[in-house]
C-alpha cells in the first residue's frame, strides 16, 4: 500500500522548493527501471523482495516481457528523505551539513533505452528540471547516453549520476578492487567529457563529482547503492581528527592512506592503498565473498557494519541473501533519494534559466516573468508534449508541464505548433478547449485532483480533441508558444499498408489518427495507389506502432509492404539563368536561381537555431557571422519550408528584387508555394533539402484580382521545380552512426560486414579483449533480404552487436536523371511506388519561354 494518501501529495505539490521533476536516463539493460523499483518500495507501491523484478513502471505487457519501457511516464512519489546544503558558487561548490529528513515530491519521468524511442526522451527532457543518468560500470558510457546528455543541456537540465551493476564485477567477474575503481572512475570521467558543453552554454556547476555526492554507486537489482558521504560519516567517527568533509575527499582519486603508518599521501607508495578500495570497496568485497562461500564469519562482520537480521532472513542463502544483507546495509533507495532531493533542483529553481531556451516570446513580458518566478498566480502556461491512452477507445490523456499559473478544469487556449499570435493566418491552430480533468500519475494509478500548481507535471483530461501531438495551453491570449520538441531522430523508415477488407478502411482511417496522437513522432500519409504509408525511425518503431494500430487503435487486420526509406530531394549547383514561369492566366511571371544552401545552414535550421520565429536582426547576426551571408540576404528572408515540425525546413526562400510594385502582396502566395515543392519535390515527390531559392524578378498585373492565391501558388511550385531540375538535382539518404560492440578476434569480420554495406569506419577502440567500431552506415543497407545486420553475423559468426542511431544526410552523387545510374532506380522506384508516371519528371512543364 502506498505509504501517502493522493490529497497529502496533492497538498505537496504546492510546496514547490521541494518538488523534483527527473528524467531517467540510460542506455537499454542498464537499470533505470530497477532503480525506480528500489524508489516504488519505499513509498510502498512494491514489497521490498520484488525490487529487480517486478519493474513496476513499466505499463504495457510487451514492456514486462522484454523488461524494456518504449514510452516515458510520470510517477508521482511523495517521499521522505534527508537532504544536504551546498556550499559556495557554481563550479566551486561542497557538501555542507546534512539535514534531517524532510518530504519531497519526486516526479520520476522513465524514458526509454532504445535509440528508436529517443522522442519520448526529448518529451520527458523538456518536462524535467534534472536527470538521474544510469550507466552501468561494465558497459561504460555509451553513444546513446552520449545523445541523451547533450539533449539534456540543450533543455537545461542538471545531472546526477548512478553508476550500476557493481554486483557484476564483484561476483561474476571478481574484479579486484583497484581495477574496480578504475572502471567507476573510467565512468565518471566519460560522462563529465559528455557534459563538456554545459560551461559553454554557460551553466556552471553541471560537472559531476562524487565527492560533492551527485555521484551514488551500487546495484539497482541488489537493491543497494551508497554515495561517499555515508562512509565518510562512518569513518570521520572513527579517525581522531578527521571531518567528514575532509573524509569525503579521500575517498576518491588519487588518495593513498598506509595502514601501518596511518598516514594519506596523494601518490602511490609501497605499503599504500587507495582510499577508495581500502575503505569502501574492500568491505563490501569481503561481506559478498563470505557469504557466497557460506563462511559464518559474515555475520560477524554484518553485525560490526550495523546490519540486524529477522530469523527468516538468516535462512536465505547465496545471492538471495546478498541482496538482503547488502539492501539492510546500504538502501539503494536512500542512496538515490538523498541525491535527488540535495542535487537536483527544484523548479523555481531550473525556470530562472530554461524559460529562455524553450518560451518563443519575449523575456521581459509579463508571461515570461512569470515562468521564470514559477508563479502559481500567474496566468497558465503549460506545455503538452505527448499523449497517453485513458482506456476509451480513441481518447487521450495530455501530458505535459506547468510552467506558469494553475491548471483546473477550466476553458484555455490550445495552440498548436505553427501558432504565432503575431500573424492572423496563423488562428485557426488555436482553439479554446475545456480541461475536463486534471490527472496525477501516483505510483501506476490515475488519480484526479482539483488542480495542477506551476512547476509540477500533470496530465490533462479533454484537451485531446483540440490537438495533434503537442500543444501550449494558455489562459492568456497574448502569450507565445513554447518551442517545438527537437528530435535527433527523424522518421526515414517506411511502410505501406492497406486493410485486408476493404470494408474496414474508414477503420484503418480513424485507427492511423489515433496513432498519430499516441506516438510523438510516427508520420501517416495516404499515396494516390490507395496505400497508406506509415513512417518510423526505425524497424523496432516500425514494429511497436503497427503492433499498437492493430491492437489498439484501428481493430482490423492490414496487410503490410517491403520497409522502405525516404530520401531527401537536393541541389549540387546554381541553375546559370533564372527559371521562369508564367501564372495560369500568364499574366504574371516569376523568376527563380536554386542553389546549394550548405549542411551547416541545414542542420542550424533543422536544430532550431536559425528560424522564422527569431528576431530578423539576431538571426541576421548568427547568418552573417557563423555562415557567411549578405547583410541584405538577411534581412529579405521570406520563409523556411516545409513547415512540418518533424520534417524541418532546410530550404530558405530570399526575395532579390528591387522595385517591385505589389511584392508583398504575393509574399503569402508564393511563401505557400515553397511550402508544397519543398514537402513533394519534382524528382520522387520526396522532402526537399538544402536549397536556397532567390527571387530575383517578378511581372505582376496591375489588377489585385488577377494575381491571387490561386494564381501565384502554383505558379511558385513550378518555378521552384524548374530552378531544381536546372540546377543539377541529387538525393540525399539517410545515415546512420552505428556503433558494433564484439570480441577483439572478429574486428576483421565487422570491418568486412562495414565495407561490404557501403559504410565507412570512423574509429575503433579496443580495452580488455573487447572492441567498439563506430562508423557511418547508409540506413537503405540495413533493410532488404541481405540486411547488414545479418552480413554482420554471417562474418563475425553471430559475436558482434550493432546499435543504430540517425546521424546525418548524405549526398547520393549520381545524376538521377541520367540512365541507367543508381540515383534514377532509386527514383524510378520511389515514383512507382507512389503511383507516378515511371519516368523522369518533364522540365517543360515547370519552365516557360518568354
Avoid at 798 to 816: N, S
Amino acid at each position: 500500500m502506498p505509504k501517502y494518501h493522493q490529497d497529502d501529495c496533492h497538498r505537496q505539490m504546492s510546496q514547490i522548493d521541494t518538488v523534483r521533476n527527473v528524467a531517467m536516463l540510460g542506455s537499454m539493460g542498464h537499470g533505470k527501471s530497477c532503480i525506480m523499483d528500489n524508489l516504488g518500495a519505499m513509498t510502498g507501491y512494491l514489497a521490498e523482495a520484488k525490487i529487480g523484478d517486478q519493474l513496476f513502471s513499466l505499463y504495457r505487457a510487451d514492456e514486462k516481457e522484454k523488461k524494456s519501457n518504449y514510452k516515458t511516464n510520470p510517477c508521482h512519489m511523495m517521499i521522505e528523505t534527508k537532504s544536504s546544503e551546498i556550499k559556495g558558487e557554481p563550479g566551486k561548490q561542497e557538501l555542507g551539513e546534512q539535514k534531517e529528513k524532510s518530504k519531497f515530491m519526486f516526479c520520476m519521468l522513465d524514458t526509454p533505452g532504445h535509440i528508436d524511442y529517443s522522442p519520448e526522451v526529448a518529451a520527458a527532457l523538456r518536462m524535467a528540471d534534472s536527470t538521474l543518468c544510469t550507466v552501468s560500470v561494465t558497459d561504460g558510457v555509451g553513444v546513446m547516453m552520449e545523445y541523451m546528455v547533450l539533449d539534456s543541456l540543450k533543455e537545461r537540465c542538471k545531472p546526477t549520476l548512478f553508476v550500476n551493476k557493481l554486483d557484476i564485477s564483484i561476483m561474476v567477474l571478481q574484479q579486484d578492487p583497484e581495477d574496480l575503481y578504475r572502471d567507476l572512475a573510467k565512468v565518471v570521467e566519460s560522462m563529465n567529457v559528455a557534459l563538456v558543453d554545459a560551461e559553454k552554454m554557460g551553466m556552471k556547476g553541471f560537472g559531476l563529482d562524487p565527492t560533492l555526492g551527485n555521484v551514488v554507486f551500487g546495484s539497482a537489482y541488489y537493491g543497494w547503492a551508497f554515495s561517499l558521504r555515508q562512509f565518510a560519516a562512518m569513518y570521520a567517527k572513527k579517525m581522531p581528527g578527521m571531518t567528514e568533509e575532509k573524509m569525503m575527499k579521500r575517498l576518491w582519486g588519487d588518495q593513498f592512506y598506509n595502514p601501518a603508518k596511518k598516514t594519506w599521501t596523494t601518490v602511490e607508495v609501497d605499503g599504500s592503498v587507495r582510499g577508495f578500495c581500502k575503505f569502501i570497496l574492500d568491505p563490501i568485497m569481503q561481506l559478498h565473498k563470505l557469504i557466497m562461500a557460506e563462511d559464518p564469519k559474515w555475520e560477524d562482520l554484518a553485525t560490526k557494519l550495523g546490519v540486524s537480521l529477522k530469523a527468516d532472513d538468516k535462512k536465505l542463502k547465496g545471492k538471495q541473501l546478498v541482496k538482503r544483507v547488502m539492501n539492510l546495509w546500504m538502501p539503494a533507495a536512500d542512496a538515490v533519494a538523498e541525491m535527488i532531493a540535495t542535487h537536483c533542483p527544484s523548479p523555481n529553481t531550473c525556470q530562472k534559466y530554461k524559460i529562455e531556451h524553450i518560451y518563443k516570446g519575449e523575456m521581459d513580458s509579463d508571461i515570461a516573468k512569470s515562468m521564470v518566478a514559477c508563479d502559481p498566480a500567474g496566468p497558465l502556461m503549460m506545455h503538452l508534449v505527448k499523449m497517453n491512452p485513458t482506456g476509451s477507445a480513441g481518447r487521450f490523456y495530455a501530458v505535459g508541464r506547468v510552467f506558469s499559473g494553475t491548471a483546473a478544469t477550466d476553458k484555455y487556449h490550445v495552440r498548436a505548433p505553427d501558432f504565432d499570435p503575431e500573424d492572423p493566418e496563423t488562428t485557426a491552430f488555436s482553439q479554446e478547449g475545456r480541461c475536463q480533468n486534471v490527472m496525477l500519475n501516483l505510483g501506476k494509478d490515475m488519480v484526479p485532483i482539483s488542480n495542477c500548481p506551476a512547476g509540477n507535471i500533470v496530465s490533462l483530461g479533454g484537451i485531446d480533441q483540440f490537438m495533434m501531438k503537442s500543444a501550449t495551453v494558455t489562459s492568456d491570449k497574448k502569450a507565445y508558444n513554447f518551442k517545438s520538441l527537437s528530435f535527433n531522430v527523424s522518421c526515414v523508415y517506411r511502410i505501406a499498408i492497406r486493410p485486408a477488407d476493404n470494408k474496414q478502411l474508414p477503420k484503418l482511417v480513424e485507427g492511423l489518427k489515433r496513432l498519430q496522437k499516441a506516438d510523438i513522432i510516427v508520420q501517416c500519409v495516404s499515396e494516390p495507389t490507395g496505400d497508406h504509408i506509415v513512417s518510423g525511425c526505425g524497424e523496432e518503431h516500425l514494429k511497436l506502432v503497427l503492433k499498437d494500430l492493430k491492437e489498439d487503435h484501428a481493430g482490423v487486420d492490414f496487410t503490410r509492404g517491403v520497409p522502405t526509406v525516404s530520401y531527401k530531394e537536393t541541389v549540387t549547383s546554381e541553375c546559370a539563368k533564372p527559371a521562369l514561369s508564367k501564372s495560369p492566366n500568364k499574366h504574371n511571371r516569376l523568376y527563380v536561381i536554386a542553389c546549394p544552401l550548405g549542411d551547416e545552414v541545414s542542420d542550424a535550421i533543422e536544430s532550431y537555431q536559425i528560424n522564422m520565429q527569431q528576431d530578423v536582426k539576431k538571426r541576421a547576426r548568427i547568418l552573417i557571422d557563423e555562415y557567411g551571408w549578405e547583410k541584405t540576404d538577411c534581412l529579405k528572408i521570406w520563409g523556411f519550408g516545409p513547415n512540418d515540425i518533424d520534417v524541418g525546413g532546410a530550404n530558405v526562400l530570399v526575395d532579390q528584387t528591387k522595385g517591385i510594385q505589389y511584392l508583398n502582396e504575393i509574399k503569402e502566395s508564393v511563401n505557400s508555394g515553397l511550402q508544397w515543392a519543398a514537402r513533394q519535390g519534382p524528382l520522387a515527390e520526396e522532402n526537399m533539402r538544402g536549397v536556397r531559392f532567390n527571387l530575383m524578378d517578378v511581372k505582376l498585373h496591375a489588377d489585385s484580382i488577377h494575381r491571387g492565391m490561386g494564381q501565384l501558388q502554383p505558379t511558385a511550385r513550378r518555378v521552384f521545380f524548374g530552378a531544381v531540375l536546372t540546377s543539377d538535382a541529387r538525393f540525399m539518404e539517410p545515415i546512420f552512426k552505428c556503433v558494433v560492440n564484439c570480441p577483439e578476434d572478429v574486428l576483421p569480420g565487422v570491418q568486412q560486414a562495414i565495407m561490404a554495406k557501403r559504410g565507412e569506419t570512423q574509429h575503433s577502440d579496443t580495452n580488455n579483449g573487447k572492441s567498439s567500431v563506430v562508423a557511418f552506415l547508409p540506413i537503405a543497407e540495413t533493410l532488404g533480404d541481405e540486411p547488414f545486420s545479418k552480413v554482420l553475423q554471417t562474418k563475425t559468426s553471430g559475436k558482434a552487436l550493432a546499435t543504430y542511431q540517425f546521424d546525418h544526410w548524405q549526398l547520393i552523387q549520381t545524376d538521377p536523371l541520367e540512365k541507367g545510374s543508381k540515383a534514377e532506380q532509386i527514383m524510378l522506384d520511389i515514383r512507382d511506388r507512389k503511383g507516378l508516371k515511371v519516368e523522369h519528371p518533364d522540365i517543360s512543364e515547370y519552365i516557360d519561354r518568354l
